[in-house]
């Protein structure tokens, strides 16, 4: 009988353990899904999506976010929506002459097959023009993004502080990155 009562307790033990580490799991998966802040649709990839932090009264704003496409055919980013917005326009910001200068991509922006193309500060972006409010750090902000031949992928925004450049972007930096 001792031999049994033994077993059984080493038993839950064993099952306590697996069951602490299946927990463990899970939660790591959560936090690291949530922290990802990632999307894809079909053979494109968007990391992280955001925003900075606006003073009150500003009409404007701009979105950043890696796009990847790992398909065999180039697609562009075409359109998409912010909810917190009236329009939506895909942007390129660059220097000439001394000025920095800022247009809209009538066609959208191309992301060639293989490539990653990063929206950042100076770069290209999104902009979000007729803002109804102040963007507040912290809040997630629902919007879409359209592209030419992948379609249409709900995202989310993270509003970052005033003034911050997640994940390293480098504000004027190149604006294709994975290519040549």
Known sequence: MTNLSSFVRRAWRVRD??????????????????????????????????SRATPGGTKVA???MKITNNGKV??????GT???????EVHETQMKDNVMRMRR?????EIPPGATVEL????????????QSGL????????????????????EYKIEALGSN?????????HHSGHH
């Open 17 to 50: 353990i697996v069951i602490a580490a299946a927990l463990t799991l899970l939660a790591t998966a959560g936090i690291t899904q949530a922290q990802a802040h990632d999307y894809a649709l079909g053979d494109i990839k968007i990391e992280h999506p955001w």
């Open 62 to 64: 701009g979105g950043f």
């Open 74 to 79: 180039t697609d562009r980013l075409i359109g």
């Open 82 to 88: 912010f909810i917190a917005a009236g329009q939506f």
């Open 105 to 109: 991509l009538e066609k959208g922006l």
């Open 120 to 131: 950042r500060p100076g770069s290209y972006h999104v902009m979000f023009i007729g803002l």
């Open 136 to 155: 507040k750090e912290g809040e997630r902000i629902k919007g879409t993004l359209v592209f030419e031949k992948a379609g249409k992928v709900e995202v």
């Open 166 to 174: 997640p994940a390293g972007a480098k504000a004027g930096a190149g």
